[in-house]
């Protein structure tokens, strides 16, 4: 399936996780709000004849829902997995990183026990996805949450930082998705799916 330039959900101010009725609800709110017979000006008319056509499109698209399943299971909508073996590498690349400094100073000294951040993150991170296997907007919330701790408690999990912006995506966050997308693709340019997720909801 050929992606839309923009995203079908925010053209129609839902979430990706909206029923078909929420879906029906806001076409009619911005269909009358954006209808072209609202002004006389030819220059907005022909505005607003763009916006309507596009809202029109997305509305019959999605509340096909053969298309809007189609469309929902794109990759690029897909929450990233992390193997074991993308972990240990992980943790291995964190404990290259530790400065001579922090090495020397525990040195000769009785380290209290505390948590590994590394393992921390993994147990947060996999609880997350745990939570996105039912679409539900208060269990991706949840889900989300835990992603943000994980990426917190380790910055080169990058997979956590990706599944964070695509849970807010998926309950309407729009913005967020965004600017988590953003900070995601500065550190990892290559990821053409997230570039095509980040060009169809940045507009």
Request: proline residues 4%; aromatic residues 12%; glycine residues 2%.
């Amino acid at each position: 399936m050929k992606l839309p330039q923009k995203d079908y959900y925010k053209l129609l101010e839902v979430s990706p996780l909206a029923t078909t009725e929420e879906i029906q609800q806001a076409f009619r709110r911005l269909a009358r709000k954006y209808h072209p017979d609202t002004t006389q000006n030819p220059v907005e008319k022909k505005r607003l004849q763009e916006i309507y056509q596009q809202l029109v499109d997305a509305h019959q698209f999605l509340r096909d829902e053969e298309k809007r399943k189609e469309y929902d299971n794109n990759v690029i909508f897909k929450f990233r997995t992390l193997s074991k073996s993308q972990v240990k590498a992980k943790a291995q690349s964190i404990e290259k990183e530790e400065p001579w400094w922090k090495k020397l100073l525990s040195l000769g000294k009785k380290e209290k026990e505390k948590e590994d951040p590394v393992k921390k993150a993994e147990q947060l991170f996999f609880l997350g996805m745990s939570m996105t296997a039912r679409q539900d907007a208060k269990m991706i919330q949840t889900a989300v949450s835990y992603f943000e701790q994980a990426y917190k408690s380790n910055p080169q999990l990058l997979e956590a930082l990706f599944n964070s912006a695509l849970g807010y995506y998926k309950i309407g966050d729009f913005e967020k998705a965004k600017s988590l997308l953003k900070e995601y693709l500065a550190k990892r340019p290559s990821d053409q799916a997230a570039d095509i997720l980040y060009r169809i909801i940045n507009w």
